[in-house]
């Protein structure tokens, strides 16, 4: 499964924001539950923090589907 690259503009994005600008999400609520229900991983490892910084080159994956943080 090849990542889809999403483009960000600042150096970094939380978590929780970017799942759902990958719109891997519908919703900010969504990623609350996603996250803390163990079902998103960052690099391959289960995340539970929603504010976990991520910097172009992570990859995150989510119900079969993955985005990776790009530059912009």
Known sequence: ????????????????????????????????????????SVNGEVELRRGRQLRPGDTVAFAGRSARVAGS
């Open 1 to 40: 499964m090849t990542p889809d690259d999403v483009p960000i503009r600042d150096e970094s994005i939380r978590l929780g924001q970017f799942l759902k600008l990958a719109s891997l999400i519908d919703s900010g609520a969504d990623a609350k539950s996603v996250i803390a229900d163990g079902l998103v």
